[in-house]
């Protein structure tokens, strides 16, 4: 689903939850206008050319859990970054790759893209063993990337997947 306001309640709702913000720069929100606004950058960011962000939805529940971005669209050269946060109430549980897989077959299959990349802290080792479970390959690091909102510095993992593996693995899954 497309990222909108009709979402505020439940992305405010894991957006006030420590632990959602263990591998981000920022604190929790604190107030539901806090969330609002940061959800406004969201759309805006989704209106223009080069960034796109969609709802996780549990169609069971019928809430929200999540977002699932794509940032730094290049149609030129066929590439972009995946950014993406999920509850805590639901790490683990298969959400992220089932949004993950939809994703890649959108950009490789329907858009045709080269290539996806996305980038994440180094202690951060279940998203980074996810997006490998699902074909990403470790690029490198970028030391002191990050800043926590406690002030610690963190590396950053680039992790990225091709086209061609990319249809290699679903095809193999069928």
Same mark, same amino acid.
């Given at each position: ?15 006030? @939850? ?10 929790? /929100?604190?107030?539901? =206008? ?20 969609? %709802? ?11 977002? %699932? ?26 959400? /992220? ?8 077959? /959108?950009? %490789? ?11 994440? =802290? ?6 980074? @063993? ?5 074909? /990403? ?12 909102? @406690? ?22 899954? @069928?």
């Amino acid at each position: 689903m497309r990222i909108n306001e009709n979402g505020l309640a439940d992305m405010h709702e894991y957006s006030t @939850k420590h632990e959602f913000y263990e591998y981000l720069e920022f604190e929790p /929100f604190k107030s539901i =206008q806090e969330t609002s606004d940061y959800l406004a950058k969201l759309i805006e960011r989704s209106d223009s050319e080069n960034g796109h962000y969609w %709802f996780i939805n549990n169609k069971l529940e019928k809430i929200i859990i999540g977002t %699932f971005g794509l940032l730094n669209i290049d149609t030129r050269k066929s590439i972009t970054e995946i950014g993406y946060g999920i509850s805590p109430d639901y790490w683990g549980k298969g959400y /992220f790759k089932e949004a993950l897989t939809m994703v890649l077959n /959108f950009l %490789f299959e329907e858009l045709k893209f080269y290539k996806v990349w996305a980038k994440t =802290q180094s202690n951060n080792i279940s998203s980074i @063993k996810s997006l490998e479970k699902s074909g /990403f390959t470790k690029e490198g690091i970028m030391r002191d990337f990050y800043l926590s909102n @406690k002030g610690e510095r963190y590396d950053a993992v680039f992790l990225s997947i091709l086209k061609e593996e990319y249809l290699l693995i679903a095809n193999n899954s @069928k």
